[in-house]
């Protein structure tokens, strides 16, 4: 039987308004700071109208984005709460796939902004398998001293060993696909953030993912075990905010532009790809067109990069040896740079920079469950 599961950061599917940009400039969208705006009644009035029109558009290209996945599973990042999700679904997602995603399961995690992990999924796989919920257990409130993890680079960052490790969560649900077993870690690691005291944003951030994934495999040892020849089947799905290799673009579109692989030295992702604890089935694609993300700050810094991930169990990987992910990348903006041959139709009415469907893209594999 054959079970399709997907992840996807969603970006900022929020229920509430930020009014906060009317005394932080650095939270103040572009289009408001054109404006003269003389009290903050006025600017909640022009914000409210402004997050509404846009949302319309950015949601129609999720749903477009999420359809195109076809995943019988759905792991989301970056979801207010389950009203969101179900206002979501149903005015949005209903309208491109139908009675599908009924089944939606979320929790609170320890997001500053209220972002949270969610997973959607249909009573059945596309080839009619029973998709049935057994359980759901929330890790958010696991702290660095529980598990051991508290490091003087920790420390230095401002961590105290009482703090909680995820910075959102790490949501463990178990299904059962056709009556066989199956456990999901839905997850979305630490930020890079920007540079601090002069080092950069990944780097100054590192130890808070390395925490994270070391938690994560903790989390899984502890249930299944560390013989990771076992037959356990389980995924991690999420966006990891790291990579271990990326696509660095030189050039310009008058000149044409230039691609270069280039591999990290160090990456929270080694944490959970040593000694074969699980594998990132993403990697069974070339290494041009592994990225999900095209991040840039200017035409010094851009480049192509993998941060969402579906990680697969020993057990799944062999069962599995002929599976390589897709990439949704329909959804992205027109400034998004394509190596040649990868690019894709966008949807209607994407832009230069927004309306997006999300910043990242979906990523969805086909798994045999035997």
């Known amino acids: ?204 951030s590192m130890p808070i993912r390395i925490a994270e994934a070391k938690a994560v495999r903790r ?5 299944f075990g560390s013989d990771h020849a076992a037959g356990k089947r389980w995924v991690i799905c999420g966006d990891l905010n790291d990579y271990r290799q990326r696509v660095t673009i030189g050039g310009d579109r008058h000149a044409g532009y230039r691609f270069t692989v280039v591999d990290e030295t160090t990456s929270s992702l080694d944490v959970l790809l040593a000694d074969g604890f699980c594998e990132n089935v993403v990697e069974r694609r070339p290494e041009m067109d592994r990225w999900t993300l095209y991040h840039t700050r200017g035409p010094e810094e851009r480049h192509l990069c993998q941060l969402d991930y579906i990680l697969l169990s020993p057990a799944l990987a062999r069962q599995n040896q002929g599976a390589v992910p897709d990439i949704v990348r329909g959804g992205q903006p027109w400034r998004t740079i394509f190596p040649a041959g990868q690019e894709a139709e966008r949807y209607p009415r994407v832009g230069w920079d927004r309306p997006k469907a999300s910043d990242h893209c979906p990523v969805a594999v086909s798994l045999d469950i035997v």
């Open 1 to 204: 039987m054959s079970l399709r599961i997907a992840t996807f950061n969603v970006e900022n599917l929020m229920r509430r308004f930020d009014f906060s940009g009317f005394r932080n400039q650095l939270n103040q969208d572009r289009t408001l700071s054109l404006f003269e705006i003389k009290s903050e009644a006025e600017y909640r009035q022009l914000e409210q109208a402004r997050a509404i029109a846009h949302a319309d558009d950015t949601r129609q290209l999720t749903a477009l984005a999420i359809a195109d996945s076809r995943a019988d599973i759905i792991c989301l990042q970056e979801v207010d709460n389950l009203e969101a999700l179900k206002a979501f679904e149903y005015g949005y997602l209903f309208k491109m796939v139908g009675e599908g995603y009924r089944n939606k399961y979320t929790s609170t995690g320890n997001d500053s902004r209220g972002i949270d992990v969610a997973v959607m999924m249909r009573e059945e796989t596309s080839h009619g398998q029973p998709i049935e919920f057994v359980r759901m257990t929330s890790h958010a409130h696991v702290t660095y001293e529980q598990f051991g993890l508290h490091t003087p680079e920790l420390a230095a960052l401002g961590n105290e060993a009482f703090e909680r490790i995820f910075r959102r969560d790490c949501l463990e649900i178990d299904v059962r696909v056709g009556g066989k077993p199956l456990t999901i870690y839905c997850v979305h690691f630490k930020s890079m953030g920007s540079a601090r005291n002069g080092i950069p944003g990944r780097d100054s």
């Open 219 to 223: 989390i899984i040892e502890d249930r």
